[in-house]
């Protein structure tokens, strides 16, 4: 506890460097004495009124920091319910420089943009993005941490509008106070506020206002006054979501036939409390319009991460985040299950794919003093299988009890740079008298200096989880320090130590406990151009890992050099190093009382890529990357590429193949014994996706993934000790493998009003490791004609939705 304590001290040290924020420019809105109406015109008396804001941006890209080639003029103007912002984004040669490209909502795209970013507490952490592109496609974002980079999972109904003309384009936003969080009492108001364009035409970039020197790690914080609100009230959020929804499963790969109907219906409720809190709610939950997952082919030992994709649990979660730890990982409620243990003779009848959520409750709330508050509670109901048992009747057999989980997160900002410090608390909790129980809490803070050049985050957290008699507890600390430099130069340290019975993940998600990890990385960027090059970075990244032995499961090093050219392709190379290190979870041992190592020789590698100009009808970025193994290399070969048919047609194909060859690597254990073998493996991994729009509010997306990969194993050996294998017979087992996945998935969008939605949705999904053979080769031009013929799960979906307010 020494070593925690420690670092909270040297935390807190640092917090006595943070001061007041940097004043700046502002901007002046003007109360409305007549109603706005939008269409892209700017033909009412409040757009005269308004002073405007007549500026060149500050481009972020390519050339950081210089003035933006394209003038931009930008008003604001407000009344009792709403704010209105009108921006005029000027081109040379007026509507043959505007590119204009039709897609779904809330996604980004190689197009003309202008976005408002509005920090309406003046919390300079906090910000809510209001963007629209010159076809008229809105797309919206949280900005949270005094981050650049948002979170475009949040959602707010508002309403925008677009024209096109000779000298350029003009975008009218109408956004309602009731989507932010104001200041209460009703007089004068100071908020900050930024604006952004990008344009894809001739002259490509992308622009701010006001724009945060190198150096500087703000974002937020460095945003520009808007002054001028007076008589401002809080409008809180009345939002209710109800839908219903039916499926028709209509072929089924399962051994037990489960095709029919099913039918539900539930309800999304947002309510705004106060002006500073709000209370989302959810009842029996229904995510059948969510993309499907890309299907992964994990052979390891650390678990994959998947990202939520369900709208309950993306939007308002940044509160939820500790800093560097991932405590609460929200794909643990309402999980995927598994098929029960069967007895001889037994046979699965039908069970549910994934555990019902009956209901969840978040409160967030975000207070003028800066203190922040976001309580979660979620009921996952009993799940449970129908077994048909040797007597000849259905039994159900439970797969998950019920299970609750909570979730506590506060935070105190302690100054205007954004430095806060925070606690967590987590607890899952099984129904019955042998269910399991789980907890977490942590500590956690973040401080920069006044100038926001250095950052230093400390986390110190402890869990406590197992069954009812076998619990055990431990802890995990970290810390990590950034300083930024104009010059371009960035430094980044962390350590990282962590107990071998820390275990978050009933509620978290973690790769591994026991570990005592130290990187350090060292960046420079120059903002020049040099020739036919510009932005070039250069970059240097090592780490040591051992486990609370002293052992070293990875110690690596490696270097990379990226730059663009002044034609916007852009290139980058990158080659490093694995240093002899003592794998001590290959061998599956890891929870023994004994563990056992397999060492591992250095391996060096190198990766190439590149990228063509992202606003050309075909975009391409590729990467080659290869590993010289002790007993063989591995190559692999990745492309991207988008291609533009049209203004409202993309097909995006993401391509991947490798042949993976010389480690040793896990067979199986035969007695009390591992065995290993040199693995080959090839892999192919395909996925396709096809987008067209027929207006901003109705689209049709079809995302397809097959994925083919076989293995085999040679040279077999048996564990003797840490240093030492000796050679073993195959005997009876089984040393090739296959793996062949086509998942496809289609979905049709139409927002036949503001924030209400239908979906179609269909689903096919096909799986089979039959197609084996020794030599770990593929035919993946073979295997779709055979996918097509074997059994699948066909299923399709009708969802409405509608919202009152």
Request: charged share 25%; net charge neutral; aromatic share 10%.
């Amino acid at each position: 506890m020494g070593m925690k304590l420690g670092w909270i001290i040297a935390g807190a040290s640092l917090g006595a460097l943070g001061l007041g924020a940097q004043e700046g420019p502002s901007i002046q809105a003007v109360r409305a004495s007549s109603p706005v109406k939008l269409d892209g015109h700017l033909r009412e008396a409040a757009w005269g009124a308004a002073p405007p804001l007549r500026t060149a941006f500050a481009q972020v890209w390519p050339e950081y920091g210089k003035p933006s080639p394209l003038e931009t003029e930008v008003r604001v103007v407000y009344d009792e319910h709403h704010l209105y912002v009108a921006a005029r984004m000027h081109h040379p040669e007026g509507r043959a420089q505007v590119i204009r490209r039709l897609h779904r909502r809330d996604q980004d795209s190689q197009s003309d943009w202008f976005t408002v970013f509005i920090d309406s507490l003046r919390d300079r952490r906090t910000a809510w993005g209001f963007g629209v592109n010159a076809a008229g496609v809105q797309r919206d974002t949280l900005h949270v941490g005094d981050q650049m980079g948002g979170d475009a999972s949040w959602d707010g109904v508002w309403e925008s509008a677009v024209s096109v003309d000779g000298s350029g384009w003009t975008a009218e936003l109408k956004i309602p106070l009731s989507l932010l969080r104001i200041q209460p009492g009703g007089g004068a108001q100071t908020w900050g506020i930024n604006f952004s364009r990008s344009d894809q035409g001739p002259i490509r970039g992308s622009s701010y206002w006001a724009l945060a020197p190198r150096g500087t790690n703000a974002f937020v914080g460095y945003f520009p006054s808007l002054t001028g609100l007076e008589g401002l009230l809080p409008h809180p959020r009345r939002e209710f979501l109800p839908y219903v929804s039916t499926q028709r499963k209509f072929e089924t790969a399962r051994p037990y036939d489960d095709r029919g109907w099913t039918h539900r219906a539930g309800l999304d409720a947002r309510l705004g409390l106060t002006s500073a809190s709000q209370l989302d709610l959810t009842v029996n939950p229904d995510f059948g319009q969510v993309e499907v997952d890309q299907a992964v082919l994990n052979l390891g030992t650390y678990e994959t991460f998947f990202q939520e994709k369900r709208p309950f649990f993306l939007e308002g979660m940044e509160l939820f985040q500790v800093a560097g730890n991932n405590l609460f990982y929200s794909r643990r409620i309402g999980r995927g299950l598994w098929d029960p243990d069967l007895e001889e003779g037994e046979a699965l009848r039908d069970r549910p794919q994934a555990a019902d959520i009956t209901a969840a409750a978040k409160y967030t709330g975000k207070f003028g003093n800066g203190f922040q508050i976001g309580l979660l509670g979620a009921n996952v109901g009993v799940a449970k299988a129908d077994v048909l048992t040797t007597a000849g009747e259905v039994e159900q057999r439970e797969l998950l009890p019920m299970t609750n989980f909570g979730v506590l997160r506060a935070q105190q900002v302690l100054d205007e740079t954004g430095s806060y410090v925070g606690v967590f608390g987590g607890l899952v909790r099984q129904a019955g008298p042998t269910g399991r129980t789980a907890q977490v809490q942590a500590v956690d803070t973040v401080l920069k200096s006044r100038d926001r050049s250095t950052t230093l985050e400390a986390t110190v957290a402890r869990t406590q989880a197992g069954d009812p008699g076998e619990q055990a507890s431990g802890f995990r600390e970290r810390l990590r320090l950034n300083r930024q430099w104009k010059s371009g130069w960035t430094a980044d340290l962390v350590l990282l130590n962590t107990d071998r019975d820390f275990n978050p993940n009933d509620m978290g998600f973690m790769n591994r406990p026991d570990e005592r990890i130290a990187s350090a990385t060292v960046t420079r960027r120059w903002d020049h151009t040099w020739g036919a090059l510009r932005n070039w970075e250069w970059g240097a990244w090592a780490q040591d890992s051992r486990n609370q032995e002293g052992r070293a499961f990875q110690r690596v090093v490696n270097t990379w050099f990226k730059t663009d050219f002044t034609n916007f392709f852009s290139f980058r190379a990158e080659v490093g190093l694995h240093l002899p290190e003592e794998d001590d979870r290959e061998l599956r041992t890891f929870w023994d009382a004994e563990r056992k190592y397999l060492r591992v020789e250095r391996r060096p590698w190198v990766e190439l890529g590149f990228d063509t100009p992202g606003n050309r009808p075909w975009y391409v970025r590729g990467s080659l990357d290869r590993t010289w193994n002790p007993e063989g290399p591995s190559t692999g070969f990745s492309l991207y590429q988008s291609i533009k048919l049209n203004s409202a047609l993309e097909v995006q194909l993401d391509s991947r193949i490798s042949r993976d060859e010389g480690l040793l690597r896990y067979l199986e254990t035969r007695g009390e014994t591992p065995v290993v073998g040199v693995r080959a493996m090839s892999q192919f991994n395909q996925t396709m996706r096809v987008a067209y729009a027929f207006s901003p509010t109705l689209s049709l997306q079809l995302f397809t993934q097959l994925m083919a990969a076989n293995w085999s194993f040679r040279d077999l050996q048996a564990y003797v000790d840490d240093r030492t294998l000796a050679p073993a017979s195959v005997g009876d087992s089984a040393t090739a493998f296959s793996d062949r996945i086509w998942n496809l998935n289609v979905i049709g969008r139409w927002e036949f009003r503001p924030g209400s939605t239908a979906f179609l949705v269909y689903t096919r999904g096909v799986w089979t490791d039959r197609l084996i053979n020794d030599r770990a080769s593929l035919s993946p031009r073979n295997d779709l004609p055979l996918l097509r013929h074997l059994p699948s799960d066909d299923a399709v979906q009708v969802k409405f939705s509608w919202l009152f307010r």
